[in-house]
Structures are given as C-alpha cells and as structure tokens.
C-alpha cells in the first residue's frame, strides 16, 4: 500500500495504539510520516522510543504537546516552563531518529484561564512572555515552536489563543524559532484565515499544516467534533491552496479526536484517512517526486 | 421595585412568558425598556401587540429577528426577503408604540450554510449582498438593521458572520440603515474585540448592546451555553467601557438562553438579572438621571 508522500498520521487519530502499533499502522499503509504525542513515547521511554521510530524509517512531523503556559507567575508556570523544556529536547530527539526531511516541530497549546480566573487578556499576555522565554531554549536545541490557535470555543478552558492572527503576533514577538499550527478545525470559520495563512508565510511561520473536519451538531463532548476529511463542513480546497502558495512544503498531519475513530480498527482507520487525503487534500497540492519531498 | 434605566429585559431570558407576561414582569421589577421576540408578537398579533407596549409604557429596545440570507439566490432568498421587509415594518410599529428613546432596530442573525453546503465563503458573499438589498427598506421606515455576529461555534449551522469585524465591513458595505449587534457572550474571546467596538463606535454603528456570560463547560445543545452574568467566564469591565467609550447610549439587553432560567419563575429570573446587571454592569455606565436616559 502507499500513501500521499505528505501525509502524516497524527497518533492521537488512533488514540488507544502504543508507540510500536502507531509505527506499524502507518509503514503498514505506506504512510511516510507521523505525528507523535509525548504519551506514547513516555510510555516505552524516549530512548527506546526513538529507536523505534528510526527502525520504522518514518519521517517525524511533530510532537503533540507543550504548552499551558496561563499560570500566574510561581510554581506552576515554572512547572510549565521546565515541562516545555524537557518537550523540547523530547522534539531534538525524536526528530533526530526520524527519516531525512523530519523537521523538529513541538506543538503548543496556550492553555485555558487559570482557576476560577476571568482576566483573558492577563492569560494572553502571560502566553506571549512564555513562549519568549522558551524561544531562545528552542532556537539552541534546533527545535521550532509552533504555537496552535483553538477554535474560540475552546476560549476559556483550553487555549486563550483563539485565531490564526493572534497565534502569528506571539510568534513575531518571540522570534525565528516559533512558528504556528494552521489546523483547519480550528481556523476554517475565521473570515481573515486566507489573509493571515498568508502573512505567516511571508514570514515562513508555518510550522504544521493539520487536516480535520469540523461536524455538525457539535457533541456533547466538543473535544470530539472532529471528523475525517468530507464528513464535515469544511472546505479544503481554498485552505490548502493558501497554505501551499504561502510556501509550506512540509507534511501535513491528519489529527482526528473522534470516539468512531477510536472505536475502529487501527488499519480501518489509517486506510480511510490514506483514502480521504487522496481524496480531498491531494489534488491541491504540487505534484511532487518523493525524492523531492524527502529532500526538502 | 428598581431596575438600572438602561437595562432592557430580551423576552428570549424568560423565552416561556408571553407578551403580556413578559411586559408584566418587566414593569413590575421597574424595568425602562424591553427586547421583544416576533413569536410571541405573531401570537397576539401586531395590532394588539403595539397596544399592550403602549399601555405598558416600556421603551423597545429591539426585535428579534431577521436574518436567515444565505440561501442560493431563487424561492428561499425572496421569501426571506419578503420575511424581512415584514420584520422590518414590525419593528417600525412596535418601537413607534415603545415609550420615548426607543429606537427602531431589527436583529439579524446571518443563517448557517445552507443544506449540505462547504461554501462558506459564497455563503457570506449572500448575506453582504441580502443585507444591502434590504438597506434601503429599513432606511426608508426608519428601522435599523442590526447584524448580530455570534460565536464561531455557529458558523456551520446558524451564522456565518463570526467576528465583529465582518459584520461592521457588512454593515459599512449596507449603507447608514445598517449597525452591529454586540453580545458578550458571541465576541467576548475575540483578540480584535476592543479595537472593533472602538471601530463601530467611530461610524456610528452600534445598534444594539446584549450582555451575558459564557459558560463552561459548553452544555450539550450549545445553544443553551449562556449564563447570569458573573456564572461564566467573562470580565464585562473591559466591554462594557469599550462600548461606553465608542458612545453608546442606548438600552443593554440581556439576553439569554438557559435551560434553568427557563425552568425558574418568570419574576425570579426578571429580578437575579437586574441584580447581576447592578453588580457587574451598571458600574462601568455613566451615571445619568433618568430623565437624560429616555430623552436620548
């Protein structure tokens, strides 16, 4: 089997797999890149972890998750901040045992209020002096932050970065080793999306392209409203184009929390994300050698 | 009994009252002024409708709702044109019969995508074009039309206008007939909130200021999300200021949807929201005698 030579399973998709059954899932798709989640991977260790990603020969496209930086300054943002870093060096090393072509990447997510807290803007200015602070750690290790905003509904209890705008701001402020993640569940309703995939690629912000789909009703559960590609409201087609015109060439990760998913098989699932990014991401992207997409 | 003088009681907060309970219990916990809903209008009918907020001598701060344009251009769209150019006349009548100081305004919710489709940019492109086809109409019956952005929550199923932003580039593209509602609850997470409401104070287009919280987590019918102020998440100060800065006048409806209010006495509701709106938003009003405040 073969997948599209840019195509990265994001772990979380198939939650319930090990380190070892994701690696497997994927090679066993010919899939040629993965997202990984420090779970898994602290689960095995990470030096058995990065043994076993460089013998799958699959390239690294990032590592879910740092972040929650909202704390008030004291032992929780430092906890924070000294969680991040250890994320950080996780990212070297994992990225150093994927194939040619993985690129350092740690996802962030800002984090929601603090406590019973209702100062968002506090929340957000206390994001944008973190991420400053680790940026520097970041730059020496090699290793790109790539700030991910939330869609607002996740405003309060989950990530005060909210729009793709906001996320790009942190990111110039913090300087050249942080970047974002444009993920179409959380972007795709914000009338400035296009403009502002642009402006992160003028200045190559654009660290991780994720593919979901946003479902209608939202759950219950609204961590769970993600679905496969076609299944949902969105179009891809004006999201991927913006985002190949503004010079990203690196994989793109398809990261899909859905209890259906979870409940499927690994191969089931892995074969129909395989099958829908052909589908409806593929066509609007360069035609691409795979050489060319290793080497880039 | 006393009520702030620019609180007005949005009829939707005790949604199972109607007309003549809601005018009842507003006038009894001394509310100025009230939102009305056209069911509960329809239901006794306009004439009727106009004679009962005249005798109750209240202030009509809004009608809602229009809205609902983004069908494809044929059957749909002129009937909701035609439904809106009734709105509209209702909205004339009903604050001609409202005392002193109402002002003639129609909210508009956008409507979601229409049927199964992903075009979300083709959507809004409709309703831009819906709204400048009415503007005309209301300007000529002095109403004006308010364009409600709500929360991107909604923007597959019930609004494609997200941001406050794109519904004053809307109203600015409609001409003078047309503001912007702004609601807590759909634009209190926006990164650009403060620096919109400046935007739509400095044309003029605040038609209509609704306050409630947002409450997290989300309710499983995330339509009923909606808190008292002071239960959610929300710091009013900052909104409240912005908008009194961006020179505002007008009524502050509360407006929410909530299972438990809905389940509570009519009157008890009516008196916790006058309370909470003393506490949490009367403070950043200027104060103003009453007699300034009808005669605006």
Redesign the interface.
């Known amino acids: 089997m073969s997948a599209h030579p840019r195509l990265s399973l994001n772990q979380a998709t198939i939650k319930h797999a090990s380190l070892e059954e994701a690696l497997h899932e994927a090679t066993g798709a010919g899939y040629e890149s993965i997202g990984l989640w420090r779970e898994p991977v602290a689960d095995v260790g990470l030096e058995r972890a990065a043994r076993l990603v460089a013998a799958s020969g699959l390239r690294v496209s990032s590592l879910c998750r740092g972040g929650f930086f909202t704390a008030e300054p004291g032992q929780a943002q430092q906890e924070a901040l000294d969680d991040n870093r250890r994320a950080i060096e996780e990212t070297a090393a994992l990225a150093a045992a994927g194939a040619d072509g993985s690129r350092p990447v740690l996802v962030l997510v800002a984090g929601g209020?603090p406590g019973a807290s209702?100062?968002?803007?506090g929340a957000?200015e206390r994001v944008t002096e973190v991420v400053g602070n680790l940026a520097p750690y970041a730059q020496e290790a090699g290793v790109t932050l790539a700030v991910e905003p939330l869609?607002?509904?996740f405003?309060?209890?989950r990530a005060v970065v909210?729009?793709l705008?906001?996320a790009i701001d942190i990111a110039e402020a913090a300087g050249p080793s942080v970047g974002v993640v444009v993920d179409t569940y959380h972007v795709?309703?914000?009338?400035?999306v296009l403009a502002q995939i642009a402006r992160a690629g003028a200045s190559g912000r654009i660290a991780s392209y994720q593919v979901c789909d946003?479902l209608?009703?939202?759950p219950?559960d609204?961590l769970l409203g993600r679905g496969l590609m076609g299944d949902?409201?969105?179009?891809f087609t004006?999201l991927t184009r913006a985002v190949v015109a503004a010079g990203y060439t690196g994989d793109i990760e398809v990261e899909i929390f859905n209890q259906q998913l979870w409940d499927a098989s690994f191969a089931e699932v892995v074969a129909q994300v395989s099958a829908r990014f052909a589908e409806l991401i593929a066509p609007d992207l360069p035609a691409a050698r795979p050489a060319e997409v290793r080497g880039r």
């Open positions: 209020m209702k100062d968002l803007a957000r869609h607002p509904i405003a309060a209890d909210s729009t705008g906001q795709w309703w914000d009338p400035e946003w209608t009703p939202v219950a609204n949902g409201t969105i179009d004006p």
